[in-house]
Structure formats: C-alpha cells, structure tokens
C-alpha cells in the first residue's frame, strides 16, 4: 500500500494500423509526460511513465486498477495525459441529449471517458485523484477548419506556431475519427454499456481535472512541451507556486489564448479540503482543511449544456450552515456588487433570493424562466451562499465577490 501514486502517458503517435493510415505525429507528447513525472518523483510519489506504443488502452487500465488496489485510503493518485483526444457518440445515454463521449486517442484504441469513470470508482474512499490532460476534443470538420483558418492570423499564430511554422492541434481528425468509430463501433459501444451509468453519488473517491481547454476547443502542440502543459510548468515554476488548486488553474487561464481556456472539473465525493490544498500535496487534508481554515459552502454544476436543453440541475452542500440560497450571471464580475450592482439585469444575472427564501436540501433546479433569459450566453457562471438562519447570520459564499475566472460556470453549446 501506498499514499501516493503517478502515472503519466505520452503519446507522440499511435499505431497507424489502428487508425486508417493516420500516426497522430506530436511533437511535445512525451516531454509533458516526463515534465509531470519529474513534478511527482519530487515529491516522493511512487511514479510510471507510459510512453508511445506502451501506452495501449489495457496498459492503461491496468496500471489505474493497480493503482486502485494499492492505493491507502485518504492517498493521491496523480495522472497525466499527453496525446490526442476525441469524441465518439454517446451509445448508453448518459450524456445530454446531443452529447458525445470524450476520449484519450491510445496507442491501439480510443479510451472512453466512461471507462475511466469505472475506474474511479474501484478507489477507496478519500482518495484524492488529480487528472491533468493535456488534450482536445475536436467534434466536427467545421470546428478544425474553423481553428485552421483562424491560424492564419497574427495573434492566433503568436500562440501556437511551432518551428515549422504550421500549428498543431492535440484533436483526432474528424474523418480518421469517423473511420475508426465505424471500424470500432461494437467494441465502444460494449465499453459504455459495460460501464454503466455515471453514479457519481457512489464514488468514494473524489477526482479533480485540469484540462488543456473546454470541449469544445482544440489543444495546441509545441516543439518542446504542449501549449497548456509549458504554461502550466511556468506556473508551477519549480514549486514555488503556493495557491490551491483553483488558483492554479486561474493562473494558467491567464498566460493562455482566449481560443484555448482550461477546464476545472470535479466529479465524486465532495473534498473541499483536497480542492484548497497546493497542487500535488501528498499528505490527506486534516479534517476540516479548507480555503483560509473554515469550511465554506460547495455547489456543483454540469460542466456544459445545451441551449435548447432543460435547465441545469446544480448539486450543493451548504458546508456548516443549514441554509442555501443561488446566484447565476452571465458575467463572473456581476457577483461583485459592489462594483457591478448597477449593471445587473434580468437578462444577465439572477438570484434565487429575489423569488424565494433561503433553502434547504442537496440540489438545485434553475427554473425554466431564468433558463429561457439566461442561456443566450457562451457561460453560465454560478456560486452559492449559505447561513444558519433567515437573517443570514454566517453568512458564506462558494466564490467570492471578486474571484472573476475561479467561478465555475457551465458551458452552453448548440
């Protein structure tokens, strides 16, 4: 048994066998991943890196179901991963309508995100499992000729120009995607059904993902590292960057292009102490650990929707209050009411307080009003407050006012 574990996949091509023809030629795949384990095994972590054609989907799966057996409860597994990624159909259901499955493109085969959700669920309870995925999820032709023409420009170029001049995207072509979907449609379609549906409520493990941008946006390459990766390593800058985990994120947001925005996920047991702690700390937070020392409220909402969709469901806890009331806005600075309370509109910002008193219970469903007001925007961000009483005595926000980019939001497509 162990307390912490790293494992870390780079792929600078795959076997062209597998995919029609197509290697997925990278250039910066296996530096990130030896970047990321250099990070782990100075910090004491127990460490295997999986490179190129041994970063196969039962390598992978094989090395996660030992990691899950060997892991200690309240221990940190911490996994990165450096190649392509995809999105094939959602075949069990359980994506929004209209939704895909993302993927790791592997050596011999896509790896669904509904398998890893199988493996995260053979973790003991209090574990803490830190995702870093260095990768894109390109769903459609037009979306790569959108990024393709866009290169052209300066300011796009600045980012991502690599020594030959052409940018590289970390998404599998939507043809060779196509082909090798149809190739492999009864294998992935088996995989989702065999994972079953995503009870996240049953996981006991809680399982925190810095992604390299949103789903819907393609990861750049470099010669030497991938575009999130180097920003990433800047910001950690040897360890002497001292935030949590949300902070982290921020501060690599801010050196990224607007055309590549990392993503901040959390799925499983709610850990609020493994979310405040610095990125790859080894040792469990004490009971009770959270940001400034005080427990604070949590709410969780999907990380994308669809526009013409039913409104999102949030889940939350009012940390240790009884009472909970939403606040969503279409900017992140319209939580800051000092500054922005005059720029508040029905249209941009609402509060559950306006139409009922605080709450209690573990979900929210934003009413279908506020909805069809609302979901004219790319983001929806969203926070919660919470207090002992009707007065609001203790009264605690999720985010603060002027948190800007560390509010989560959701994401609306279509």
Request: contains cysteine; charged residues 15%.
């Amino acid at each position: 048994m162990t307390d912490s574990i790293s494992i870390h996949i780079g792929l600078n091509r795959v076997n062209p066998n597998a995919y029609n023809g197509w290697d997925g030629a990278l250039q910066g795949c296996v530096n990130d991943a030896t970047a990321m384990q250099r990070i782990a095994q100075s910090l004491g972590y127990t460490s295997t890196i999986i490179l190129n054609d041994e970063a196969t989907a039962n390598r992978v799966i094989s090395e996660l179901g030992q990691a899950a057996f060997n892991l200690d409860p309240g221990g940190i597994v911490f996994l990165s991963y450096s190649g392509h990624g995809g999105q094939i159909p959602d075949a069990n259901g359980d994506e929004p309508p209209g939704g895909k499955d993302e993927t790791w493109v592997l050596y011999d085969r896509q790896l669904i995100d509904d398998e890893l959700y199988n493996m995260w669920n053979q973790f003991p309870a209090q574990a803490r499992i830190f995702v870093v995925s260095d990768s894109c999820h390109s769903g459609t032709v037009t979306r790569d000729l959108e990024y393709m023409s866009a290169s052209q420009a300066a300011p796009f170029a600045a980012h991502y120009r690599t020594r030959s001049g052409a940018p590289r995207f970390r998404g599998i072509p939507p043809e060779v995607a196509a082909v090798n979907y149809q190739q492999n449609k009864p294998l992935y379609d088996a995989l989702q059904f065999a994972s079953g549906s995503r009870t996240r409520s049953a996981m006991e493990a809680c399982v925190l993902l810095i992604s390299g941008c949103q789903d819907n946006q393609l990861a750049g390459d470099g010669d030497t590292n991938g575009l999130f990766t180097g920003m990433l390593l800047n910001v950690w800058n040897n360890g002497t960057f001292a935030g949590d985990y949300r902070a982290f994120r921020s501060a690599i947001v801010q050196l990224m292009p607007p055309t590549q925005t990392p993503n901040y996920f959390v799925v499983g047991t709610t850990n609020p102490g493994f979310e405040a702690q610095k990125p790859f700390t080894v040792d469990a937070p004490r009971t009770g650990d959270s940001v400034d020392g005080a427990a604070f409220p949590i709410i969780k909402g999907p990380p994308a929707a669809l526009r013409s969709g039913s409104p999102p469901t949030f889940t939350v806890s009012a940390g240790p209050n009884r009472f909970w009331l939403v606040e969503v806005a279409t900017r992140s600075d319209l939580f800051d009411i000092t500054n922005h309370s005059n720029d508040r509109s029905d249209t941009n910002f609402y509060g559950s307080w306006s139409d009922t008193s605080l709450m209690q219970g573990s979900s929210y469903n934003l009413p279908s009003p506020v909805w069809g007001r609302l979901r004219k925007t790319d983001r929806l961000y969203y926070r919660l407050g919470s207090a002992t009483d009707g007065n609001y005595s203790n009264y605690l926000v999720s985010n603060a006012d002027t948190d800007g980019d560390l509010i989560p939001a959701i994401q609306i497509n279509g």
